[in-house]
């Protein structure tokens, strides 16, 4: 059958109070919970907050929060219906609503998915950044936030206040150590409004660390048409998304949450080395496919994944990838990789290089920049690092190798321009990339490394992709 329909019942009170209601959180946190509550009951329906995009929460209630998830089986596609999101929120618009209900006492968990830049952080030791402009505008008017750190701080202020419990906090984005990594910020804002509460957070709130992992591209015009097909009727709020999904989840809660174990989520006391796993292999290789796609003008995924020579690439990079990881076996890494690479190759998934090449500079330094540094220390070749790198650096210089405008999108773009185009050698303008906040200076103060990204910059200028590729691949150890 090619179309399910939903199981929850009309009856759901809200528990759960998501924060980022982009793609992934449709296609991976709800459908856990919607499969929690199936097997297990409980008022966990979803209130959705977008922290941003008006156009798509107005989309989600005008349907109640129903939408359609399109899993691409190797069977064809199967489209689900999801109505487990109960309440959907515009933070812009409603900022006092969001707060009330991260205070509602009927709510026990707040999920996260706000992307990296969305934590607002800086520095090796990524703490909040206090010079962020959107900081500074939040702790000037606290009680209307805009920002993650901001609305979190105010709902739970407004949850001590009301003498309420603490809550669990999940951050679900691509960080490393990415509870503690909240915490932090949460704490760090807290301590600017009022030490109590910083106090309270501490003794009350816990913030597991998670690993999350389902491919979700953007959806686009084909995505809606395959949605009216089998649904038989239009949903703006469609999403598409591959068979494969997995949540890690640290066991480490402050109250009651879904039975989300029943739902194939693994509880488990230390999430770290399924976190690096993942960062490094799976996410590490999208990084470089993207900058690849960009630089040579192919646009999905797939298209990458389709030239030899570049699927080879992918495959090897993942293998150096692999032996950074202290406590995965060799036999578990390549089960692993060769599941990656069937993921990546994935046809009906149009995974555009676009949407994974933004916000370099905040995936980068987890992603490449600090296993290659391990590699280094071990004496190993870092040439997949460092051909990931001068493929961003070609792609910031905002030109494909066909003679097409590509547009850097990143937080840091004016930072990243300049460096870039200013009028110093290549080894100079890549050893200027460690001073940016965020990268590992220590990388980019090796001179194997640097000389290394610059002789691939000049290479991929001269000779283009496929050619440096096919030198580096004959130089290879
Ligand atoms: C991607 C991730 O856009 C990106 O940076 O690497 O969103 C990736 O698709 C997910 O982490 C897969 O779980």
């Given amino acids: 059958m ?27 946190q709800a459908v856990y919970t919607e499969d929690a509550i199936v097997s297990e009951p409980g008022n966990w329906g979803i209130c959705a907050v977008a922290m941003r995009s008006r156009e798509l929460a107005n989309v989600m209630q005008q349907r109640d929060g129903r939408y359609s998830l399109i899993e691409q089986q190797s069977a064809g596609p199967v489209l689900r219906e999801l109505s487990v999101i109960r309440e959907v929120l515009c933070l812009p618009d409603t900022p006092d609503a969001v707060a009330t209900r991260i205070a509602d006492p009927d709510v026990h968990v707040v999920t996260v998915t706000v992307t990296e830049k969305g934590y607002c952080f800086s520095g090796a030791d990524r703490t909040l950044n206090i010079d962020d402009p959107l900081i500074v505008r939040d702790l000037a008017n606290s009680t209307q936030p805009a920002t993650m750190p901001g609305i979190l701080v105010r709902g739970l202020q407004l949850r001590q206040i009301a003498g309420g419990r603490g809550l669990s906090i999940l951050s679900c984005d691509n960080l490393p150590a990415n509870g503690r990594l909240l915490q932090r910020i949460v704490l760090a804002y807290a301590a600017l409004i009022d030490e109590e509460l910083v106090n309270w957070i501490a003794d009350q709130c816990r913030f597991p660390d998670s ?6 591209p953007a959806s686009n015009a084909t995505t809606l048409a395959l949605a009216q097909k089998l649904l038989g009727e239009p949903d703006l709020a469609a999403i598409e998304t591959e068979p494969f999904s997995q949540w890690v989840i640290e066991d480490n809660f402050a109250g009651p949450r879904p039975a989300w174990e029943k739902a194939g989520a693994m509880l488990v006391e230390e999430v770290a080395p399924f976190e690096d796993m993942k960062l490094r292999m799976l996410n590490g290789a999208h990084s470089l496919i993207a900058y690849l796609g960009a630089v040579t003008g192919l646009a999905a995924v797939r298209d990458v994944m389709a030239v030899p020579a570049y699927r080879a690439l992918v495959d090897w990079h993942m293998s150096d990838a692999s032996e950074t990881l ?5 036999d578990d890494a390549a089960r692993y990789k060769d599941n990656l690479l069937a993921r990546f190759e994935n046809t009906a998934i149009d ?4 949407q994974i090449a933004m916000d370099g500079s905040q995936k980068l330094p987890q992603r490449i920049f600090i296993p290659a540094m391990q590699r280094l220390e071990q004496g190993k070749s870092v040439d997949t690092s460092a051909l990931a790198t001068a493929l961003w650096f070609r792609y910031i210089q905002g030109m494909n190798q066909n003679g097409d405008i590509i547009e850097c999108n990143d937080p840091l773009k004016a930072e990243l321009e300049q460096i870039i185009n200013s009028d110093r050698s290549a080894t100079e303008r890549v050893a200027a990339l460690g001073g940016l906040p965020g990268v590992p200076s220590g990388l980019f103060d090796n001179i194997i490394w640097v000389e290394k990204v610059a002789s691939l910059v ?3 200028t001269v000779d283009g992709a496929l050619r440096t590729l096919s030198q580096m691949s004959a130089a290879r150890q």
């Fill in 458 to 460: 000049d290479g991929l």
């Fill in 2 to 28: 090619s179309y399910l329909p939903s199981k929850l019942p009309t009856q759901l009170t809200v528990g759960i109070v998501h924060l980022g209601l982009g793609a992934f959180h449709r296609a991976h």
């Fill in 211 to 216: 690993m999350v992992d389902r491919i979700t």
């Fill in 351 to 354: 995974h555009r290089c676009l």
């Fill in 326 to 330: 202290e406590e995965m076996n060799a």
